[in-house]
Nanobody, 118 residues
Framework: QVQLVESGGGLVQAGGSLRLSCAAS???????MGWYRQALGKQRERVAD???????NYEDSAKGRFTISRDNAKNTVFLQMNSLKPEDTAVYYC?????????????WGQGTQVTVSS
């Protein structure tokens, strides 16, 4: 079965940095990998994603502050978050598009809490 294990969340002061990691297992191949977040009382939104070729895309508020990268050999995607703001506070979820068990589908991590204090 496909499993995604996230790590790196925590509590940080405004202006600080965190690095999130998401390691996937049980996949035959992985296409897109990305990070989404959901703040309390709000809908989930895409923060960043990266193609299998390494082309990144960012939500506007993340541009210039966040960097997404991936290690294909380890089936891992990272999100380096700098200059964090209180509005970045949310549960961050890893999502991948992968081929597994005979079909291509979307898979989600369990989420990791990021809290930015003002």
């Amino acid at each position: 079965q496909v499993q995604l294990v996230e790590s790196g969340g925590g509590l940080v002061q405004a202006g600080g940095s965190l690095r999130l990691s998401c390691a996937a297992s049980g996949t035959d191949s992985i296409a897109n990998m990305g990070w989404y977040r959901q703040a309390l009382g709000k809908q989930r939104e895409r923060v960043a994603d990266i193609s299998s070729a390494g082309s990144p895309n960012y939500e506007d508020s993340a541009k210039g502050r966040f960097t997404i990268s991936r290690d294909n050999a380890k089936n891992t995607v990272f999100l380096q978050m700098n200059s964090l703001k209180p509005e970045d506070t949310a549960v961050y979820y890893c999502k991948i598009i992968a081929f597994a068990a005979g079909y291509t589908g979307q898979y989600w991590g369990q989420g990791t809490q990021v809290t930015v204090s003002s």
